[in-house]
């Protein structure tokens, strides 16, 4: 195999890389905060709350995230909403992904015994207080498995944004391809070796994080 195209395009290599890492943690960052909320809407007492959490993760969860990113990318400019392009592609991954945070938490939240929850409700603690003191950080530490499994999907699923053009590591594949024609497989595990280090990287977080609350918890 021939690797001898990294003389000349690691500076691109590096810089698509660096948005593919800008992307995913802008995504994952909104997926993060509204699927939690998501989730606590979900498990509400109040019906009109479980019903728009339901709704959103019915719509999101089936719904493709590259006609998301269309419609991020020309619907909301259309209407006069432009966060710019990266924010825009950004967007539609978090609130993709933003469903099966959701989801995830939500088992997470199930997992917790329901008499904790009741002893805060006896204690007069209201419904918001009562997950975010004492439901939520409990079911974080038992999905930490599953959440890695869904930003582990983010990390790869950022590389549907070079269909509208961001320079990521999967839009300088397309180039290197059609530039270095007789080094095919050397860029193929390239750019595969470089999702696999974002990969990596969020299984080593997640075992750590499990690791330690592990010992927390006992």
Same mark, same amino acid.
């Given at each position: ?12 290599l590096?810089?698509g890389?660096?948005?593919?890492l ?5 995504s994952?960052?909104i ?13 509400s ?7 728009v959490?339901?709704a ?17 990318y020309?619907g909301?400019?259309a209407?006069?909403?432009?966060f ?9 991954a978090g609130l ?5 945070v959701?989801?995830?938490?939500r088992?997470?939240?199930?997992g917790?015994?329901l008499?904790?929850a009741e002893?805060?409700?006896?204690v007069?603690m209201?419904?918001?207080m ?15 498995p599953?959440?890695a499994?869904v930003f /582990? $999907?983010l ?6 944004? &070079?269909?509208?053009?961001? #320079?990521d590591? =999967?839009f *300088? ?5 059609r ?5 095919r497989?050397?860029?193929?595990l390239? /750019? $595969? ?7 990596? &990287?969020?299984?080593?977080? #997640?075992?750590? =994080?499990? *690791?330690?609350w592990?010992?927390?918890?006992r």
């Open positions: 195999m021939d690797f001898s195209f990294l003389q000349d395009s690691w500076e691109l590096l810089k890389f660096w948005v593919t800008r992307v995913f943690f802008a994952g960052l997926a993060l905060v509204l699927g939690t909320f998501v989730a606590v809407a979900r498990v007492p109040v019906p009109a709350m479980r019903a959490g339901t959103y993760v019915t719509l999101f969860r089936n719904t493709p995230l590259l006609l998301l990113l269309f419609i991020t020309y909301l400019p209407m006069g909403i432009d710019g392009f990266f924010w825009n592609v950004s967007l539609a993709y992904t933003a469903a099966f959701c989801e995830a938490l088992s997470g939240i199930n917790v015994p008499g904790q002893a805060a409700r006896a007069g209201p419904f918001s009562t997950m975010t003191q004492v439901i939520l950080p409990q079911a974080f530490r038992l999905v930490v599953p959440m499994s /582990i $999907a990390a790869k699923n950022t590389s549907l944004v &070079a269909a509208l053009g961001l #320079a590591i =999967a *300088r594949l397309q180039g290197l391809m530039d270095y024609p007789s080094s497989t050397a860029v193929f390239t /750019i $595969a070796a470089m999702y696999i280090i974002i990969v990596a &990287a969020i299984s080593l977080v #997640a075992s750590w =994080a499990e *690791r330690r592990k010992v927390e918890s």
